[in-house]
């Protein structure tokens, strides 16, 4: 379903850019100028409103690849090497490496607020920006914001019922795949694709109905 809305909401947007925008040059130029001032004042102001600092993860209960992941923690206005904030470690960081935190940090690392926040902002910023005269793509920015959506409900799941749930970053997985799936309508090839990435085969079959379902 997010899927299908985003590529609504971004046919809707291309077809009054055609009319409206695209036929001049200086009006894609000052759409780029616009768009890109509105994600860049987002992007930072978020996070610096966002006043809820976290606690970095225990060193000692994380595996080695969280150990590493750990330097992606940003601490914006927060205490260095104690906290974290959980809003900017997802805007600034690059796409790979924020998806790598809801990927692989078991720990309920970020609350559900700062998710349904992060998510909610993304995912409208992707729907406007996808066409605009820059290069861009759908793989990395579909890709984040499912993992998001995805470890938001895996949160949630946890809240109505900590005793029987996955870990978040399991439902992170899928939520990416759901997503991705949805917009660029693909299935066996994604799933292959994401197999390789994890290296894990217990994912296959909630990976293919995900992507069927999406």
């Not at 894609?28 to 978020?46: A, K, M």
């Not at 990395?140 to 809240?159: D, E």
């Amino acid at each position: 379903l997010i899927g299908a809305c985003f590529n609504a909401a971004n046919k809707a947007i291309t077809i009054w850019r055609i009319k409206y925008i695209n036929h001049t040059p200086l009006f894609r130029f000052i759409e780029v100028l616009c768009v890109s001032s509105i994600v860049s004042i987002v992007s930072f102001g978020l996070p610096f409103m966002w006043d809820k600092c976290q606690t970095l993860p225990d060193m000692s209960a994380l595996n080695k690849h969280q150990q590493e992941l750990i330097g992606n923690f940003v601490s914006f206005q927060c205490v260095e090497g104690e906290e974290y904030n959980e809003l900017a470690s997802l805007f600034f960081n690059d796409g790979n490496a924020a998806i790598k935190l809801l990927f692989h940090m078991h720990e309920h690392t970020f609350s559900l607020g700062a998710l349904f926040i992060f998510f909610s902002f993304y995912i409208t910023l992707a729907t406007i920006t996808y066409g605009i005269a820059v290069p861009s793509g759908l793989f990395v920015p579909s890709l984040l914001a499912g993992a998001a959506f995805g470890r938001l409900f895996g949160n949630l799941v946890y809240k109505l019922n900590p005793t029987a749930y996955a870990f978040s970053n399991t439902y992170s997985l899928i939520g990416a795949a759901s997503v991705l799936g949805g917009m660029a309508r693909m299935t066996i090839s994604l799933t292959v694709i994401l197999l390789e990435a994890t290296g894990n085969e217990q994912f296959a079959l909630p990976l293919m109905i995900a992507l069927f379902t999406a």
